[in-house]
């Protein structure tokens, strides 16, 4: 059951040829499933996955082409089997070589989209809006109590170029969203586990309150929260086994 949905559910988009760079265009990425042949069981998998994503439109469209109506475009592509294609903003394609099934996509358009998904469409609990290379900042902002390297670590996280990003682009402002806060309030172990139970009440309200994408942005920005705690706290014990 997707935890997060109305009664409607959303299927994946049927396109063409000519629909098909039209959508590439309003949207920053697209996994489209090419069958050769009619495929009601997989065209069924991509509705499920459709709407698992329908909170991330338009950062991804999850659409399908019947080759039957598109000949060209799938002789084009040397496309015999059915095979998913993964549309990048940048203009690329990545080929999808796994198994079509929930579970797998899944983990695969998470892992290329910058996506947070579980199979139920809610966030996964810990790790949405998580990002290493973020995170790693965010740990040396921590690390300092010099002012004016707190503000040099912002500035490094403001300027990363999230361009060809959008959904990157909202996790950026989400990190420096909590930097600013406790540049002003203090990166003490006390003010961030406060901030993680104020957004925590928050997130708990649910979406009839906030609304589904409300609710998401502050969940991403709890478990970034969250990764702060840990890792302060995980210093502080550090620091106590040395002394």
């Known amino acids: 059951m997707l935890g997060y949905m109305s009664n409607r559910l959303p299927r994946a988009s049927l396109l063409d040829a000519y629909t098909l760079p039209l ?3 309003r949207h920053q990425h697209a ?29 991804l469209l999850v659409a399908y082409i019947r080759c039957a109506d598109t000949p060209g475009l799938c002789t084009e592509k040397g496309i015999t089997k059915p095979v998913a294609l993964l549309h990048l903003s940048d203009g690329s394609e990545v080929v999808y070589d796994g198994e079509i099934k929930i579970e797998a996509l899944l983990s695969f358009v998470n892992e290329k989209c910058n996506l ?10 810990t790790t949405a809006g998580r990002v290493s290379a973020l995170d790693e900042l965010l740990f040396q902002f921590l690390s300092t109590q010099v002012p ?20 990157m682009d909202r996790l ?49 920005r709890l478990n970034i929260a969250r990764g702060a705690e840990e890792y302060l ?7 106590k086994v040395d002394l």
């Open 23 to 25: 959508v590439l265009h």
């Open 116 to 125: 947070f998904r579980s199979i139920d469409g809610n966030l996964l609990p």
């Open 233 to 239: 706290l995980q210093n502080a014990a550090r620091t």
């Open 172 to 220: 950026r402002e989400a990190y420096v969203s909590l930097m600013t806060y406790l540049r002003q309030q203090g990166n003490d172990a006390a003010t961030v586990h406060s901030e993680v139970l104020r957004l925590g009440e928050l997130h708990e309200w649910g979406p009839d309150r906030l609304g589904p994408v409300e609710r998401d942005i502050i969940g991403m």
């Open 148 to 167: 004016t390297e707190k503000d040099a670590i912002i500035a490094i996280v403001n300027v990363i170029d999230t361009s060809k990003d959008d959904n």
């Open 31 to 59: 996994l489209v499933l090419y069958t050769p042949t009619d495929n009601t069981v997989l065209e069924r998998e991509f509705n499920t996955l459709a709407a698992i994503y329908e909170l991330d439109r338009p950062w």
